[in-house]
T-cell receptor, first 112, second 114 residues
Framework: AQSVTQPDIHITVSEGASLELRCNYSYGATPYLFWYVQSPGQGLQLLLKYFSGDTLVQGIKGFEAEFKRSQSSFNLRKPSVHWSDAAEYFCAVETSYDKVIFGPGTSLSVIP | GAGVSQSPSNKVTEKGKDVELRCDPISGHTALYWYRQRLGQGLEFLIYFQGNSAPDKSGLPSDRFSAERTGESVSTLTIQRTQQEDSAVYLC????????????FGSGTRLTVV
């Protein structure tokens, strides 16, 4: 069965530090992969997506993610975190019928 | 409209009552999705519409849950005989169609069953 795991429930980083959020998926075919962010009191926003081609994809707000087929991973990175990045981050994979399955989320806290 | 609109934004209902949640997708978006997000948890897929047909209803938790969509516009999620475990934020999203271009989410309806 298709699934998405995010091993880290909660991460705390200092402002200005680098960030990596982990995501692993289980899906038989070539996946379509996404990262979404949910800021407090707000809806979910698409950060970036991978369909094919270059395995390093750039998104909004300075985020990037790298698809590694051999590791079934799609980790999200940012070189320098800002306080406004504190939010819940969800990795997702598209399965059949254009249905997207979301991971459980990683909560990011940023220390000033 | 400019975004996905959901109403009501908040709903408090008594256990056993029926509720209707509404979603207005972005104009022209053929695909529409309903998800449930319980407090502190991830998104749980409920149902997906392509146009007004629902190819995948596998996520509906019980027969108390149903959804319909009129054409490629408004969708209504109905929960009959609500239970306390139905308390959650119900999120609607729409997209341009097949091979997902990324969803646009609404702000959700926060349902509280007391």
């Amino acid at each position: 069965a298709q699934s998405v795991t995010q091993p880290d429930i909660h991460i705390t980083v200092s402002e200005g530090a680098s960030l990596e959020l982990r995501c692993n998926y289980s899906y038989g075919a070539t996946p379509y992969l996404f990262w979404y962010v949910q800021s407090p009191g707000q809806g979910l926003q698409l950060l970036l997506k991978y369909f094919s081609g270059d395995t390093l994809v750039q998104g909004i707000k300075g985020f990037e993610a790298e698809f590694k087929r051999s590791q079934s991973s799609f980790n999200l990175r940012k070189p320098s975190v800002h306080w406004s990045d504190a939010a819940e981050y969800f990795c997702a994979v598209e399965t059949s019928y254009d249905k997207v399955i979301f991971g459980p989320g990683t909560s990011l806290s940023v220390i000033p | 409209g400019a975004g996905v609109s959901q109403s009501p934004s908040n709903k408090v209902t008594e256990k056993g009552k029926d509720v209707e949640l509404r979603c207005d997708p972005i104009s022209g978006h053929t695909a529409l999705y309903w998800y449930r997000q319980r407090l502190g948890q991830g998104l749980e897929f409920l149902i997906y519409f392509q146009g007004n047909s629902a190819p995948d209803k596998s996520g509906l938790p019980s027969d108390r849950f149903s959804a319909e969509r009129t054409g490629e516009s408004v969708s209504t999620l109905t929960i009959q005989r609500t239970q306390q475990e139905d308390s959650a934020v119900y999120l609607c999203a729409s997209s341009e169609g097949s091979h997902n271009y990324g969803y646009t989410f609404g702000s959700g309806t926060r349902l509280t069953v007391v």
